[in-house]
């Protein structure tokens, strides 16, 4: 394919439609007609008709498209990265994170800040664990260092706080042991939305 | 002399006149604060949205919540305004308005019911004053009710306001040739100024004056929307080209005096419409039994005001040129052929 064939390769093969918009009349008597067709061709009462239709469906069929906000919500992506989500094990309970430090490590804005040490069993466990979220840019690094998927980005977008120092703890991002059926997997950055079917469009450009 | 109030009260005793003025006021201030409610409400079924729902079921409340801020809104009147004018501008609008609906009949007249404690029994008719010259009388009031707009806008000190109130004029200097010759096909058939003679005559004929004279409605129609400043002629305030007007520099109460105002005007429009061309209220026609002439006639406003709403919804608006082009270029020459026929079929 030449240089110009490549930057030509969608052009006049997507059978656009070319809008009649007419000419625009020079003589006296030509405005004259076109001023006398435009005025009984009832263009307007079509303009009456949409706006009825509309309104006619929105009220009777149910198309009303207003998202009542903080009563229900749009589904959102999971893509989208939001508040984090510490995760449990399904099978025991305990919580995923080993305490490697990598989030801390990675983290590009030092709003991770974590304490470890040895359990009974010469384990080491989270003993201290806080995200500060007045200085979190939300990048998702710490979610993807993670090796054991134990820290991900939940669908809690609603994080106005009171000050600029919004602290999270460990347990308030960890999934509370009875909810624990009720746990989601993390679907990864390339995960598409729950509703990404009725949103599918065919694609405009013809390749 | 054992005089007592329900002496007084009958036709045009200043009791009854007071009761009615007050009646109107009341009643018209408070249509027009939910006429604001009723426009949201239908703008947003048209684009598919809900409107206020939170004040009140159905966002129902929303005028009262809109009214308690306006009240208590800082009123701001500008250093430089011409404080006296820019002051009385808003009380013009809402007070010719109110003035106008004084020689609109709505209903058809009545007694009241005998089982009612004191006033039981007394023939009320149902306009505050019946003039002989009632049409010219509305219209002139309502005409009037644009140097509201006018004075605003030159007072204010600014220069948004500056083009609202050179818009205004050009709107006044349109559309007012074609409300006074629209109207005057009409006249001319029923022989009579007043609201009542138009009512019979359309009651006598058995036939709404619409059919009769079907281009002296369309033109009415329009000249009204001018004249309420509804949407294809909303050049006085339009945001997306000149703020908003000469409601620029206006805040609180006296902003909220010329929406009143317009409302008011809009239910005028839609009385006279009904009334002149559309049959008005007929006492006699029955449904079971009843006298339905005074549900009609509020089905018949009802229905133009929903039609402004409708054609808001719908409608571009159009440049303050093409406004007058219109006007004088071709609805007058309409109205002036309309004029001449109507005359020869008279005369014949």
């Not at chain 2, 500056?162 to 007012?176: D, H, K, N, P, W």
């Not at chain 2, 009542?196 to 004929?205: A, P, S």
């Not at chain 2, 009769?212 to 339009?238: C, K, M, S, W």
């Not at chain 2, 109460?253 to 809009?266: K, S, T």
Request: net charge negative.
């Amino acid at each position: 394919m030449s240089l110009e064939q490549f930057k030509n390769r969608n052009v006049g093969v997507q059978n656009y439609t070319t809008l009649d918009v007419g000419v625009s009349p020079t003589t006296n008597k030509a405005k004259f007609v076109q001023f006398i067709t435009r005025a009984v061709k009832g263009e307007l009462f079509v303009g009456l008709w949409v706006t009825g239709k509309a309104m006619f469906k929105a009220l009777f069929q149910g198309d009303m498209h207003t998202v009542k906000y903080p009563f229900e919500k749009m589904p959102i992506s999971p893509r989208y990265r939001a508040i984090h989500d510490m995760l449990r094990l399904l099978e025991s309970g305990s919580y995923r994170c080993i305490g490697c430090g990598l989030c801390e490590k990675i983290c590009i804005s030092n709003c991770i800040s974590m304490d470890t040490r040895y359990d009974e069993n010469q384990r080491k466990e989270v003993s201290e664990y806080t995200i500060n979220f007045g200085r979190c840019i939300f990048c998702g690094y710490c979610a993807e260092v993670c090796p054991e998927l134990a820290i991900v980005h939940g669908p809690r977008y609603e994080n106005a706080s009171e000050q600029r120092a919004g602290f999270s703890l460990f347990e308030d991002m960890l999934t509370p042991i009875d909810k624990l059926n009720l746990q989601q997997e993390y679907d990864g950055f390339g995960a598409i939305s729950p509703n990404a079917d009725e949103n599918i469009k065919q694609t405009p450009l013809a390749y | 002399m054992g005089e007592t109030v329900v002496d007084l009260l009958p036709e045009v005793t200043w009791v009854g006149v007071l009761i009615k003025a007050v009646l109107i006021l009341a009643i018209i201030s408070a249509l027009a604060g939910f006429g604001t409610f009723i426009e949201r409400k239908v703008l947003a079924f048209m684009q598919r949205r809900l409107g206020p729902m939170h004040v009140g079921p159905y966002g129902l409340l929303q005028i009262a919540a809109d009214g308690i801020k306006l009240f208590t809104k800082e009123d701001i009147i500008p250093q430089n305004a011409n404080k006296f004018i820019f002051k009385i501008a808003p009380v013009i609008t809402a007070a010719t308005a109110f003035i106008a609906l004084s020689a609109v009949p709505v209903f058809p007249d009545f007694t009241i019911p005998e089982f009612i404690p004191v006033l039981g029994g007394v023939f009320v008719p149902s306009i505050a004053s019946d003039l002989n010259i009632g049409i010219l009388f509305v219209l002139g009031m309502m005409a009037a009710g644009l140097y509201g707009p006018l004075l605003a806008g030159m007072s204010q000190a600014n220069k948004w306001g500056i083009i609202g109130a050179a818009r205004t004029a050009v709107q006044f200097l349109s559309y007012e040739v074609v409300t006074g010759l629209s109207i005057l096909a009409p006249i001319m058939l029923v022989g009579s100024l007043s609201f009542v003679d138009f009512n019979n005559y359309q009651h006598d004929e058995g036939v709404w004056m619409m059919f009769y004279q079907p281009v002296a409605f369309v033109l009415f129609l329009i000249a009204g929307f001018a004249e309420t400043n509804r949407t294809p002629f909303d050049l006085l305030e339009h945001e997306a080209e000149v703020v908003s007007g000469y409601a620029t520099e206006y805040s609180g109460m006296r902003w909220g005096m010329f929406f009143i105002g317009e409302y008011a005007n809009m239910i005028t429009i839609s009385v006279i419409a009904s009334i002149v061309f559309m049959g008005g209220y007929n006492p006699e026609t029955m449904l079971f039994g009843f006298s339905i002439g005074w549900l009609l006639i509020m089905l018949k406003i009802a229905f133009f005001f929903f039609l402004m709403l409708w054609v808001r919804a719908s409608w571009p608006h159009i440049r303050p040129d093409q406004l007058m082009w219109l006007c004088w270029k071709v609805l007058m020459p309409l109205a002036l052929i309309n004029i001449l026929i109507t005359a020869l079929v008279v005369m014949v």
